[in-house]
C-alpha cells in the first residue's frame, strides 16, 4: 500500500514522467513518428509569401539568425531595411482563431505553448528596441494580404530616412 502511495505521488498527473527537472512525455510512436515530420522552416504559407515578394522584385535573406538572441530565426529578414517577417503556426504559435489544446499530455503543451507565445513577445521588444520592424503574419493569413503587409513595413522603413 506505501508503495502505491509513492507511485502515485511520483507520476504527474499529466502523464509526464520526470528526468532531473524536465519533463518527458509518453507519447505513442504514431504521435512521436508524425511530430518529427513537422516542417520548422520552407512551410507551404512561407515559400507562398516568399514567392510573390520575389515576383516584385524584393529580396532577402531566409531563416537568418537573429543578432544577440541564440537560438532565434527570423523567416524572412530584410537587413537594409531592418525589417524582419515571421510565419507563425496557428497550433505553435496559439493562434486565437485556430489554435487547439492536445488531450494528451494537456497540462505540459499548455505551458510550452504559453513559452513559445512568451517568447514570441520577447523576440518582437528585442528587435523593436534594436531598431527592427516585426511583421507577423500567421499561416492561415490569405498571401495576398500577407504581402501587402509586408510591402508596407517595407516602404515604410524606406521612407523613414534610416536605411536605404
Known amino acids: 500500500m506505501d508503495r502505491d502511495r509513492a507511485a502515485e505521488r511520483s507520476t504527474p498527473p499529466d502523464a509526464a514522467t520526470r528526468i532531473g527537472s524536465r519533463p518527458v512525455l509518453k507519447t505513442t510512436a504514431q504521435t512521436s513518428s508524425r511530430m518529427s ?3 520548422r522552416r520552407d512551410t ?12 516584385l522584385g524584393y529580396r532577402y535573406r531566409v531563416n537568418h539568425p ?3 538572441m541564440p537560438r532565434r530565426r527570423a523567416d524572412l529578414t530584410f537587413t537594409a531595411k531592418r525589417v524582419v517577417v515571421f510565419v507563425d ?3 505553435w504559435h496559439d493562434c486565437p482563431e485556430h489554435g487547439t489544446s492536445p488531450r494528451n499530455n494537456g497540462a ?3 505551458e510550452k505553448l504559453r513559452k513559445n507565445v512568451a517568447r514570441d513577445r520577447e523576440t518582437d521588444a528585442a528587435l523593436d528596441a534594436a531598431g527592427w520592424s516585426v511583421v507577423r503574419i ?3 493569413e490569405d498571401p495576398d494580404t500577407a504581402t501587402l503587409r509586408v510591402v508596407g513595413a517595407l516602404t515604410a522603413a524606406a521612407s523613414s530616412g534610416d536605411c536605404t
Do not use: D, Y
Open 37 to 39: 515530420r513537422q516542417a
Open 44 to 55: 507551404k504559407p512561407e515559400i507562398e509569401l516568399r514567392r510573390r515578394l520575389h515576383k
Open 66 to 68: 537573429l543578432s544577440g
Open 89 to 91: 503556426g496557428c497550433f
Open 108 to 110: 505540459w503543451w499548455a
Open 138 to 140: 500567421w499561416e492561415h
